[in-house]
């Protein structure tokens, strides 16, 4: 009789995600996993960053507890919005993750975002596929979150100040935060960004543009994103 | 062979919760669980609050997953402070709660806070041992999270919508959250807050000290906080 039944649930995990991301590579997708707290602004970066692409087409996959809130916000705005409701559950799962790409129609797509359930923890632990990690930190949040969230800031692709518009009216100092970065992720850019003012915004599409496949990468696996290095 | 491992496991969070509450109940000490989403303001209310209690003395638990920093701000404040390092965990423990609770000199003590880890999601399923629950939502976080996590709303005593100082700055709709709240918890007070300007203290501290002990409920159990009702 078995009973190593975590290794078994996170064994299949990681066999599902691996095959999230041979699904997208071969479909010439890039699936950014996007996460942070709850109200950091992910579902308002969306909705200024997907119109800005232009003719780069994007599609979402939104996770909550519940609701369907966020796919309303998004679904006027990107190629195909798939809400995921956890029904209690802290992250996505690539198993929800895989079941979600099924429904989704990868033709002409180059971005799939994958809005994360908002939470600093859970998410950080969970491999759903994705090529990149790009992590939201809001100044109202306060200065002290990298050093307390290390593992999630650790994975990031790219990390993203926003609401940087209230730096003013706050007291926070933004040189702490890449102070604490500076000790656990030297890689990933730190864009300051509001999505209401626009602020960072030329920086932050700059940067995912510049994450599209090459013509070297179409139909060529892109790799699991532990493979490519973090410097 | 018994297999039924997670059973097992909830049982016995749900035990050591049990003993928690009644070595507080025979200290007379009544413990409140504060929980919300990182950044919401959890250490700034317990730094503007214990001060206010005056003669009224207070230990806190710090949960963190990493640093001592809330302990260090608190330290000066309150009688006694002990910070948790989850270690990669995203809630407290009842066992963790046990463990730093035997390290406390409860005598003379009236509220223990146990400051959980910045979570809307895990900490709320999770029983500590606590005889109330006070969830704090920062206006910065969005008008929608009551909709979006319910279960940590729904197990609210009180609720506090912090960092109302911003609300002007920010799109806010209060009514949403009441309207949201309307749904599944009619019985907890939403108390408009503010650290930085003082704006609601009195009404926080004003609920806060009737849950003091009456002369009957010294040395008599004060009961599990889910036998006490909610309305």
Redesign the interface.
């Known amino acids: 009789?078995k009973?190593n039944?975590v290794r078994s649930v996170l064994e299949a995990g990681e066999a599902s995600a691996a095959e999230n991301r041979r699904r997208l590579d071969a479909a010439g997708v890039v699936a950014i996993n996007v996460l942070s707290?709850?109200?950091s602004g992910k579902t308002a970066l969306l909705e200024s960053t997907i119109p800005a692409l232009g003719d780069i087409r994007c599609a979402v996959l939104v996770g909550?507890?519940?609701?369907t809130?966020d796919a309303e916000r998004l679904g006027p705005l990107a190629a195909q919005v798939t809400q995921i409701n956890t029904e209690?559950?802290?992250h996505l799962s690539p198993t929800q993750v895989a079941e979600a790409i099924k429904g989704l129609s990868l033709d002409g797509i180059t971005f799939l975002f994958i809005e994360n359930?908002?939470?600093?923890?859970?998410p950080a632990?969970f491999d759903l596929g994705e090529h990149l990690r790009v992590v939201l930190l809001?100044t109202?949040?306060?200065d002290?979150?990298v050093?307390?969230?290390?593992?999630l800031f650790q994975t990031a692709d790219a990390i993203l100040l926003t609401?940087v518009d209230?730096i003013d009216?706050l007291d926070y100092d933004a040189a702490r935060v890449r102070e604490d970065l500076s000790r656990i992720n030297t890689a990933a850019p730190l864009i300051e960004l509001s999505s209401k003012t626009g602020q960072g915004m030329d920086e932050w599409l700059g940067w995912l543009r510049a994450q599209r496949p090459g013509p070297e990468d179409l139909h060529a696996p892109r790799g699991r994103r532990d493979d490519r290095g973090q410097d």
């Open positions: 009789m009973i039944v707290a709850p109200g909550d507890l519940q609701t809130r209690g559950g802290c359930v908002g939470n600093m923890v859970c632990v809001s109202p949040e306060g002290d979150k050093a307390k969230y290390p593992p609401k209230l009216v």
